[in-house]
């Protein structure tokens, strides 16, 4: 290997240029390749949390006010219920994809990573990448091309022990927001997250096991989120996207490694997608340098668990009401449970205080 290794990042959304960039950071020489043209887009929530914020300031990038809002914690609305909860760990950001994608392109090149956009990856070799009928020579592939990668297929890392499939479509809407929290309305079979992310827009998620749970369906399912949007402008087009859970029983082979939703994924309803991939490229760096895939392996799987077993908690309180009504008064009588609860949503809180958090939600869930 090189004095100087080189890395090869397919796919160049969020996930692979935070690889791209935190490698280079490193003193790796790095290309990125994509099939699309920058700025990428996709259908998701585009609220950042604390962490995610901070990871982003480790790259070296700050989303500029103009194009964000700041986020003061989570809202979560069931029929008369409202609970929020303030984010422990500072503010996070409302940015929409396209502008935390040129920010993150601007970084990567001004770093010096080599970006071959309209650029599929066609193939994989041991040593490089092709092109069509080019090829490049490299170390290290790092697939980053989410949860449909063909790098995953191509380097026989397809086995997974779970997978789920849900659905998301996501729209834009011409209005100031209403508070500075990301908040998430709950109903049967689907939930409707609301992200401030400019200072006249919002951005309006839809999430459901059932494809037809559309932006149409507000009135019906959401009337009062769909009163408040009554006379607001719908920006551009709806966006859709499948999203899956699963997770991967090997992250690497030989010099291929996996990063992002490429590498397993939780459901979309913890919003911890993003600041996944960033913590997987974050720790990349130093594993690769020391040729240690299988510490990375065994990292990647801690971070995984926690946002693992909060996505099947709050999927099981999206598909059962008795659940989610129970559950919601006992945050209602008991407002620090609900910031309990978010600290343990980030990773915030101890083992200590997560059991205490349990037992206190127990006893609520009993009596309320």
Not at 185 to 206: F, K, L, M, R, S
Not at 303 to 313: D, E, G, K, N, T
Request: glycine fraction near 8%; include cysteine; hydrophobic fraction near 45%.
């Amino acid at each position: 290997m090189s004095q100087n290794p080189i890395a090869f990042v397919v796919g160049g959304g969020p996930a692979g240029l935070a690889a791209a960039i935190s490698l280079r950071q490193k003193g790796f020489i790095l290309r990125l390749a994509d099939g699309a043209a920058p700025p990428v887009d996709k259908a998701c929530g585009e609220g950042l949390m604390p962490d995610t914020v901070a990871a982003l300031r480790r790259m070296g990038i700050e989303i500029p006010e103009q194009d964000s809002h700041p986020l003061r914690g989570i809202r979560f609305v069931s029929g008369d219920v409202a609970i929020t909860a303030d984010f422990s760990g500072g503010l996070g950001t409302g940015v929409r994809r396209t502008a935390l994608h040129a920010a993150m392109v601007a970084h990567a090149e001004k770093l010096g990573v080599h970006c071959l956009w309209n650029a599929p990856v066609t193939s994989l070799a041991k040593s490089g990448v092709h092109l069509r009928d080019q090829f490049y020579a490299t170390d290290w592939i790092i697939g980053a091309d989410g949860s449909g990668s063909r790098t995953r297929k191509w380097a026989g890392l397809e086995a997974s022990k779970k997978r789920a499939r849900r659905y998301a479509f996501r729209t834009h809407f011409r209005h100031a927001p209403w508070s500075d929290y990301v908040e998430i309305h709950w109903a049967a079979d689907a939930q409707a997250y609301v992200t401030p992310v400019a200072p006249n827009e919002v951005c309006i998620v839809v999430l459901s096991e059932k494809p037809n749970m559309r932006a149409e369906i507000l009135p019906a399912v959401f009337p009062v989120l769909a009163e408040r949007l009554r006379s607001a402008q719908l920006l551009g087009v709806e966006r859709g996207a499948i999203t899956t859970t699963h997770r991967l029983r090997q992250v690497f082979r030989g010099n291929v490694v996996l990063v992002g939703d490429a590498s397993g994924s939780v459901d979309a309803i913890t919003g911890e997608g993003l600041n996944l991939g960033f913590q997987h490229a974050l720790a990349l760096p130093d594993f690769l340098s020391a040729n240690n895939l299988p510490a990375y392996q065994k990292i990647h799987r801690r971070l995984q668990f926690r946002p693992s077993v909060m996505a099947y908690f709050l999927s099981l309180l999206g598909r059962q009401k008795f659940l989610r009504d129970r559950t919601f008064r006992a945050f209602a009588a008991d407002p620090s449970l609900f910031s309990n609860f978010l600290d343990l949503h980030l990773g915030h809180a101890s083992h200590p205080q997560a059991a205490l958090a349990a037992t206190r939600l127990g006893w609520h869930f009993a009596t309320c």
